[in-house]
């Protein structure tokens, strides 16, 4: 067994004679020299990774005013920033959206505004107390301005991640990008062959302590990330490192439409090759990772898998799915990875950059569990009216108005001979057709694309669906499209009365 | 290549496409049209030798139209290159070569938008879109 320390890998940067290769490169040299032959050869492997990671934000101190203020809020070009610390502490989160323009700029912009020498608008506002007398601030600061900028990111470098597509017969807008239609694309993340934690999968190297290539500045690993699951190898990784020293190359703000902004994190970590088991992990390639797709049409946090996928199937641009060739798209950038991993190679190669040792593995085995929910969950059967009145779309437009003045119902579902669901007829369509005096069929005056519910769908999820469609109520149907009942947005108004 | 026809709103329920496609014997390909009641908006494909017959055709009927020579605008300073266009584009505009670098192919492109909304940077704006 060849075995190599932390020390006589330092002592060779220094001396300058290390040998360092990227995750690519190690692929090919454990390949042709095996991995005892690797260990002799490489004493450095680096990683690279660029993508959208949300968890992620920047801790700011501001400096004292004159007369000093105990910040209680605090908002930088108009996104709000948590300041329920100290005074003038502030954490600007990735995702927290503009109070004024929304989607179009968040928190990621700010950050990315400020490294790029742009100043933002600071408004504070504070109840005032005898030692922090003030009670409104407003200035213009820049990252030179605030004493310390320091990026701190709970949940980053996902060890691999789900690929995202669409059974529906929507395009939906999601944090995995636009989805279309009956599986009309899969987007996915992650660097696959470059990914860190999927180039050290028993986390020997990194952990707690561990020196990385952040935004293009030296930072550190503070420990597992939040969501950490290493047993399915979804490992996240929390990293800290000072914004005031980053380049925008690797950090950029994003939108994603519909969802909001998101952060993209340039992130690069060294895994110093101490023996045959890490030469050998960190050779892994795309078609050794694989994930699911996962159907994001689902309004769940339990989204069918449809298929497994490996990276190298992501990369080829397509994948086959329910029987098509389905195009792939990639929301991290392969290319800036190669970047990020080339450039690491090339600091320590130089002697700018020394690998360090966790001073705390990373836990292994662990799971994330779902919420705890107390309060109870209602469902569409727990609410919707069964007593629901429907008309034949043969019936007059005289006998549907007839029906709703006699039963109070809004909404009358249309059906067909055999019963199921064609159409829906409301009280407005009714006054519609009687001022053009038409008096037809109510098959000529129906809506015929009903939005429809299932009694066993959660109230939320049906809630949405009304607010989306821009409708009033849902026929809830069967298997069989047989109208069992109505749920109507007064239903679950009155809902949410009996809870508050 | 792509042509974009403006139809003002006096003309807009008049059938100029038609009467021009059957004036001059050349073929459109209509790939985008939108109409309301201040104007209509057409892109469409026409064979380069044919373009000056279907110009005239269409402005003696009171049309205005444009050459889309670059239908879509790629910024490289905000692009980073993932690839989230690649797979929503209809006719392939995009694409990513062997060093994982964005290729974008200008004539392929009919306006129609979808990539513009997938892009988390910004980098893509549609030309001549009022």
């Not at chain 1, 952060?263 to 970590?269: A, K």
């Not at chain 1, 002697?351 to 990373?362: Q, Y």
Request: net charge negative; with cysteine.
């Amino acid at each position: 067994m060849v075995k190599k320390t932390i020390h006589e890998i330092n002592a060779k940067i220094r001396d300058g004679s290390v040998s360092v290769v990227t995750a690519e490169e190690m692929v090919d040299i454990v390949g042709e020299l095996g991995s005892e032959g690797a260990v002799r050869e490489v004493d450095v492997v680096t990683t690279g990774t660029f993508g959208a990671m949300c968890s992620s934000g920047v801790w700011f101190n501001l400096g004292h005013s004159e007369p000093p203020i105990k910040m209680q809020k605090v908002w930088m070009n108009d996104v709000e920033a948590y300041t329920g610390v100290a005074a003038v502490d502030a954490y600007m989160g990735a995702t927290q959206l503009s109070e004024s323009l929304g989607m179009d700029y968040g928190g990621a912009h700010v950050i990315e505004d400020l490294l790029r020498g742009k100043s933002v608008n600071v408004h504070a506002i504070s109840h005032g107390t005898d030692c922090y007398p003030r009670k409104v601030l407003d200035t213009s600061l820049a990252l030179e301005d605030m004493n310390q900028a320091i990026m701190i990111n709970p949940r980053n470098a996902y060890q691999k991640y789900n690929a995202a597509t669409n059974s529906s017969k929507q395009t939906i807008h999601t944090y995995m990008g636009s989805l279309l239609p009956r599986f009309g694309n899969i987007t996915y993340s992650g660097a696959g062959v470059l990914s860190p934690l999927s180039n050290d999968p028993e986390y020997r190297t990194i952990g707690t302590g561990t020196r990385i290539f952040l935004g293009g500045a030296q930072g550190y690993v503070v420990g597992q990330g939040t969501q950490h699951s290493s047993a399915g190898s979804f490992g996240t990784l929390m990293v800290q490192g000072d914004l005031k020293k980053m380049n925008p190359e690797f950090i950029r703000a994003a939108n994603f439409t519909g969802y909001g902004t998101s952060l993209y994190v340039g992130m690069g970590i060294p895994i110093p090759v101490l023996d045959e088991r890490i030469a050998q992990a960190a050779a892994v390639r795309d078609a050794d990772i694989t994930t699911n797709i996962l159907d994001y049409s689902i309004p769940s946090r339990d989204r069918p898998a449809l298929r497994q996928v490996t990276y190298e199937e992501l990369r080829s641009g397509h994948v086959e799915l329910e029987g098509r060739d389905v195009a792939t798209s990639s929301l991290s950038s392969f290319k800036r990875a190669r970047l990020i991993a080339a450039e690491l190679k090339d600091w320590i190669v130089k002697g700018d950059f020394f690998v360090s040792m966790p001073v705390e593995r990373l836990p292994e085995n662990t799971t994330s569990h779902p919420m705890k929910e107390t309060e109870g969950v209602s469902f569409v059967s727990d609410i919707m009216s069964v007593s629901v009145v429907t008309i034949d779309k043969d019936a007059s437009v005289y006998k549907a108005a007839k029906i709703i003045m006699e039963t109070a119902f809004n909404h009358l579902p249309v059906v067909s001979k055999d019963n199921s669901l064609v159409g829906i007829v409301t009280a407005w369509d009714i006054s519609k057709a009687v001022s053009q005096d038409k008096f037809d069929l109510v098959e000529d005056i129906m809506t015929r694309k009903v939005v429809t519910a299932k009694a066993d769908e959660q109230v939320a999820v049906v809630a949405r669906r009304l607010d989306v469609n821009g409708v009033s109520a849902l026929p809830v149907v069967n298997g069989e499209n047989n109208v069992v009942g109505i749920v109507t947005s007064d239903d679950i108004s009155k809902l949410f009365a009996r809870r508050h | 290549m792509k042509i974009k026809i403006n139809i003002s709103s006096e003309t807009v329920t008049k059938p100029i496409i038609a009467e021009s496609i059957l004036e001059t014997g050349v073929l459109l390909n209509v790939s985008q049209a939108h109409f309301d009641r201040s104007h209509g908006e057409v892109v469409a494909d026409v064979l380069e030798e044919h373009y000056e017959k279907m110009y005239n055709a269409l402005t003696s009927r009171g049309a205005r139209v444009t050459k889309l020579d670059a239908p879509i605008e790629w910024n490289r300073e905000e692009c980073v290159e993932c690839s989230a266009c690649v797979s929503v584009c209809p006719t392939r505009v995009f694409s990513l070569d062997e060093d994982y670098s964005l290729m974008v192919d200008q004539a392929k492109c009919i306006q129609c938008g979808t990539c513009v909304e997938m892009c988390p940077h910004r980098a893509l704006t549609l030309l001549n879109n009022k």
